[in-house]
């Protein structure tokens, strides 16, 4: 089992982290890995999100099917709660996903925006979410998983562009 300080170590060993200033915000529970975004308040270069698995890694497509293969998704079902906290943390580096009401109506736009929810497309049940970063407006994510057993994020900004 994974943990907050060994994600910590390893940080500081593979990224010269500070471990005095270090921030770190874990994601929602995975099982077996930590979704996190870590950064050194006094360098506004240090920001890195990513999984920690016992190793760290950084590349966004392995990352969401680390986290979604972890979660079992398209396998059983995943509550898309989960789904939008965990891969919508990975998206923008870091991404802030829309998980409540009041972040819809404080921050975003609750004639278009919905909470984490499945929707059918192309037959298949898959996660919708809404998401955003401090450098890019909101979008839409929805996470399907091909017949090969791979996933793909597909991103849309509202009115389809």
Same mark, same amino acid.
């Given at each position: &089992?994974?943990? %907050? ?5 390893? +940080?500081?060993?593979?990224?010269? +982290?500070?471990?005095?200033? &270090?921030? @770190? ?15 050194? =308040? ?8 990513? @999984? $920690? !698995? ?5 590349? /966004?497509? %392995? ?14 079902? @995943? !509550?898309? &709660? ?15 996903? /829309?998980? *409540?009401? $009041?972040?819809? %109506?404080?921050?975003?736009? =609750? ?15 898959? @996660?919708?979410?809404?998401? &955003?970063?401090?450098?890019?407006? /909101? ?10 057993? *791979? /996933? ?10």
């Amino acid at each position: &089992m994974v943990n %907050e300080a060994e994600l910590r170590t390893a +940080l500081h060993r593979e990224l010269r +982290l500070d471990k005095d200033r &270090m921030r @770190v915000d874990i994601g929602p529970e995975v099982p077996g890995l930590l979704v996190f975004h870590a950064y050194d =308040p006094q360098d506004p270069r240090s920001g890195a999100t990513g @999984v $920690f !698995d016992g190793r760290l890694h950084f590349s /966004f497509e %392995e990352n969401v099917a680390l986290v979604l293969r972890a979660l079992g998704y398209g396998a059983r079902e @995943v !509550d898309p &709660m989960l789904v939008a906290g965990a891969i919508g943390k990975l998206e923008g580096n870091p991404g802030t996903p /829309f998980l *409540t009401g $009041f972040a819809i %109506e404080q921050s975003g736009n =609750p004639a278009v925006m919905t909470l984490p929810r499945l929707v059918s497309v192309d037959g298949q049940q898959v @996660v919708e979410y809404w998401n &955003m970063t401090s450098r890019r407006p /909101f979008w839409r994510s929805r996470i399907l998983r091909e017949p090969d057993g *791979t /996933f793909e994020v597909r991103q849309e900004l509202p009115g389809g562009r």
